[in-house]
């Protein structure tokens, strides 16, 4: 089972970006499906985006389609979310997670996600 750091969180400013990383330990990395999700104070972990083992196929939550772009790197065993024009409903701490197997139709659903990393904060100013 992989283990998972996110990394590149921080206070920015609205219209600004931001590169978030999740590494993965493990040599199975290329097997697992990845998705991103948020958590904003109050409110329900939320699906921000997720892509194929190969990244192949990528979904992205409609709130931040045109704006975020997921990839990975699997000779690097990491995932990457791109996140420009960012808004202060953006923040949020931001997780990556990782599943093994299984459709790619259920990767919006946190709970179809065997391994979570310990998330890291987004914050966006106005």
């Known amino acids: 089972q992989v283990q998972l750091v996110e990394s590149g969180g921080g206070l920015v400013q609205a219209g600004d970006s931001l590169r978030l990383s999740c590494a993965a330990s493990g040599h199975t990395f290329n097997t697992y499906t990845m998705g991103w999700f948020r958590q904003a104070p109050g409110k329900e972990r939320e699906f921000v985006s997720a892509?194929?083992?190969?990244?192949?196929?990528?979904y992205y939550a409609d709130s931040v389609k045109g704006r975020f772009t997921i990839s990975r790197d699997n000779a690097k065993n990491t995932v990457y979310l791109q996140m420009n024009s960012l808004k202060p409903e953006d923040t949020a701490v931001y997780y990556c997670?990782?599943?093994?197997?299984?459709?790619?139709?259920?990767?919006?659903?946190?709970?179809?996600?065997?391994?979570w990393g310990q998330g890291t904060q987004v914050t966006v100013s106005s």
């Open positions: 997670a990782a599943r093994l197997g299984g459709s790619f139709a259920v990767a919006r659903m946190a709970s179809r996600y065997d391994t």
């Open positions: 892509i194929t083992w190969n990244g192949g196929s990528m």
